[in-house]
């Protein structure tokens, strides 16, 4: 059973920063892509962020580029967004995806003053 477990959201003023983790469990996480994306409120779900398998092919949507950063620890099965110089248009439920068609549960992140 593929799980994928996201964390570290919460509440931060803008210019602040927040670290996500997602730990995958239920496949050979090693072997994945990985993805994050966004969605807010009354939006659709958008693509933030992708990692190759070795962490050295890393893509960002423009809106993100220059202060997120995706990383991944392949020993712990986990995968990180780290998000500096955050505005309030940063503010969604994130979503890891190691592209199985299975969806965690999101973290909310919400940058208001």
């Known amino acids: 059973q593929v799980q994928l477990v996201e964390s570290g959201g919460g509440l931060v003023q803008p210019g602040g920063s927040l670290k996500l983790s997602c730990v995958v469990s239920?496949?050979?996480?090693?072997?994945?892509?990985m993805k994050w994306y966004r969605q807010a409120p009354g939006k659709e779900r958008e693509w933030v962020a992708t990692?190759?398998?070795?962490?050295?092919?890393?893509q960002y949507a423009d809106s993100v580029k220059g202060r997120f950063t995706i990383s991944r620890d392949n020993a712990k099965n986990t995968v990180y967004l780290r998000m500096n110089s955050l505005k309030p248009e940063d503010t969604a439920v994130y979503y890891c995806?190691?592209?199985?068609?299975?969806w965690g549960q999101g973290t909310q992140v919400t940058v208001s003053s």
């Open positions: 990692i190759g398998t070795l962490g050295t092919y890393k």
């Open positions: 239920g496949l050979t996480f090693s072997s994945r892509f």
């Open positions: 995806d190691a592209g199985v068609g299975y």
